[in-house]
């Protein structure tokens, strides 16, 4: 268990010898019965049609397209079959862990706030795992992935959305920045 009781299962291997990460858990102790957290190694998220913001959309289909499922790179919050929430983020070889995107379907306005609160409060007893041994009082965020998408103005949009969601959720200019995110928007949520 870690500081805010999620179970995270890790384990070490495959061909790139990188660390998977395990959640399955009902999220009734963040006052949502019946929704349930998992990592995609559990369950791969299937989003379809518009109800998802498109940069979020487009940056789960885009970690799926890697490793980032078997790995364990999404959580998702699942309501009866069907993903209402999800968290997109990365493990660098050092420093926090770091989102690059995290959010809810359009059609969620009910329990929205709740369901990230538990997404970052999954992350940082991911952080918590031996096997990672990271802070578990910072997360970084970054729309770094954006630069793949090849529409440039949509790509220029998506970042904006993308940094809008993170300031909504009290994340703040990262200074100074390590060297992965030189030169890129990159921010910062302490935890006390």
Same mark, same amino acid.
Request: charge should be positive; charged fraction near 30%; hydrophobic fraction near 35%.
């Given at each position: 268990m870690g500081q805010l009781d999620f179970t995270v299962h890790a384990s070490v291997g495959g061909v790139d010898n990188d660390v998977k990460i395990r959640v399955d858990a009902p999220l009734d102790r963040f006052g949502l019965p019946g929704l349930t957290l998992r990592s995609s190694s559990v369950? &791969? %998220?299937?989003? *379809?049609?518009t109800r998802w913001p498109p940069e979020l959309a487009w940056a789960i289909t885009d970690r799926l397209a890697g490793a980032g499922a078997r790995k364990g790179r999404i959580l998702a919050v699942w309501q009866s079959g069907q993903v209402v929430a999800a968290c997109v983020w990365h493990v660098h070889e050092r420093g926090p862990l770091t989102i690059f995107d995290l959010g809810c379907r359009n059609d969620v306005k009910k329990d929205a706030d709740r369901m990230r609160t538990a997404l970052l409060a999954c992350l940082r007893d991911i952080a918590e795992v031996p096997e990672l041994h990271r802070t578990t009082d910072q997360l970084y965020w970054t729309d770094l992935p954006l630069d793949r998408m090849p529409d440039k103005e949509q790509r220029k949009q998506a970042k904006? *959305?993308? !940094?809008? !969601? &993170? &300031?909504?959720?009290?994340?703040? %200019?990262l200074s100074p920045r390590p060297r992965w995110l030189k030169g890129e928007w990159a921010a910062v949520r302490r935890f006390s």
């Open positions: 369950k &791969a %998220p299937n989003i *379809e049609g904006h *959305e993308v !940094r809008q !969601r &993170a &300031a909504s959720l009290k994340f703040g %200019p």
